[in-house]
C-alpha cells in the first residue's frame, strides 16, 4: 500500500511562508506525477500545483505566482513552497498523484491568522 507522508504546516500570519513536504514511496516517485491539494473546512479537495517526472510544473490561478512546487529525486521528496500567505490557504494540505491518486494520507495543517 503506498502511504503519502506530509509534513510543515504550521500558524503563520498573513504574508509569512511555509515550506511543505511529502515523502513519496520510491517505487512510484521516479515515475509520477504528482500534486499537492488543500481542502478548506466546507469545501472540496482542490488540486493546488502539480509537477511531472520531468519537472513541469502547474498551479492554480489563485496561488500562482505565490507557491512553487518541486521534488527532490535523491530524497523521494516533493515540496510546497507557500510565501505570500493569505487567510483563504488556510486548509489541510494533501500530495497525490496528478492523474493516478493513491489512499490520502493525514495531511498537513496549514493555518494563516494573525
Known amino acids: 500500500q503506498v502511504q503519502l507522508v506530509e509534513s510543515g504546516g504550521g500558524l503563520v500570519q498573513p504574508g509569512g511562508s511555509l515550506r511543505l513536504s511529502c515523502v513519496v514511496p520510491?517505487?512510484?516517485?521516479?515515475?509520477?506525477?504528482m500534486g499537492w491539494y488543500r481542502q478548506a473546512p466546507g469545501m472540496q479537495r482542490e488540486l493546488v500545483a502539480s509537477i511531472t517526472h520531468g519537472d513541469y510544473t502547474n498551479y492554480a490561478e489563485s496561488v500562482k505566482g505565490r507557491f512553487t512546487i518541486s521534488r527532490d529525486n535523491a530524497k523521494n521528496t516533493v515540496y510546497l513552497q507557500m510565501n505570500s500567505l493569505k487567510p483563504e490557504d488556510t486548509a489541510v494540505y494533501y500530495c497525490?498523484?496528478?492523474?493516478?491518486?493513491?489512499?490520502w494520507g493525514q495531511g498537513t495543517q496549514v493555518t494563516v491568522s494573525s
Open positions: 497525490n498523484g496528478r492523474y493516478i491518486t493513491y489512499a
Open positions: 520510491r517505487s512510484i516517485f521516479s515515475s509520477t506525477s
